[in-house]
């Protein structure tokens, strides 16, 4: 079945700074790829998606990026700032599965 | 997301009992989620239904039951199969194979 792996599991960057956070999935049927943010305790907010026909997506300081040949997609997010912090998931799904395979999520610490 | 309601907030369980997770949406969406969090990890799908009358099985259905006899509504029965119920549970729902909208969760801890 489909599987989507994200890299890294942790990552602490200054203020300022950028973050990408990778992800690589299995199936090359996969044509629906959206992330989430969590802060603590609270539940997964979507913050940007992209579909398969499409190979980058930008808002305002999010963009992604999918290379569909080489089955990946990656979260950009520039200049950050301390309310950044939170743990990021990937996914991925296609039109007719209804499921959404969720990636094992990227810690993200922003330092003041 | 504001469309999905989850109760109770937490939720205690004691030993040999049963307990239900209450999710309604009023999005109209058509398919509904149960997802299950555990501390420090990621999300694993308990059960999904694409339509009324109709659920499958996710990756950890073992020690859950659920029904669907409403659009609005998706319970989630933890039984006492299940023997770590210890978790965050996230409901979610979407129209079609769309974006998934996650309700408030529920925390479940163990007496």
């Known amino acids: 079945g489909e599987n989507v792996e994200q890299h890294p599991s942790t990552l602490s960057v200054q203020e300022g700074d950028s973050a990408v956070i990778k992800c690589t999935y299995s199936?090359?049927?996969?044509?629906?790829f959206p992330w989430y943010k969590q802060e603590l305790g609270k539940r997964p907010q979507l913050i940007i998606d992209?579909?398969?026909?499409?190979g980058e997506k930008k808002d305002q300081r999010i963009a992604v990026t999918l290379n569909k040949t080489a089955k990946h997609f990656s979260l950009h997010i520039t200049e950050t700032q301390p309310e950044d912090s939170a743990v990021y998931f990937c996914?991925?799904?296609?039109?007719?599965?209804?499921?959404?395979?969720f990636g094992s999520g990227t810690r993200l610490l922003v330092r003041p | 997301d504001g469309g999905i309601t989850q109760s109770p907030k937490y939720l205690f369980r004691k030993e040999g009992q049963n307990v239900t997770l209450s999710c309604e949406q009023n999005?109209?969406?058509?398919?509904m989620y149960w997802y299950r969090q555990d501390p420090g990890q990621g999300l694993r799908l308990i059960y999904y239904?694409?339509?009324?009358?109709?659920?499958q099985k996710g990756d950890i259905a073992e020690g859950y039951s659920v029904s669907r006899e409403k659009k609005e509504s998706f319970p989630l029965t933890v039984t006492s199969a299940q023997k770590n119920p210890t978790a965050f549970y996230l409901c979610?729902?979407?129209?079609?194979?769309?974006?998934?909208?996650f309700g408030p969760g529920t925390r479940l801890l163990v007496l």
């Open positions: 979610a729902s979407s129209t079609g194979g769309e974006t998934q909208y």
């Open positions: 199936d090359s049927a996969s044509n629906y």
């Open positions: 992209i579909r398969s026909n499409v």
């Open positions: 996914a991925a799904s296609w039109d007719s599965s209804y499921k959404l395979i």
């Open positions: 999005l109209n969406h058509d398919a």
């Open positions: 239904s694409q339509i009324v009358n109709d659920f």
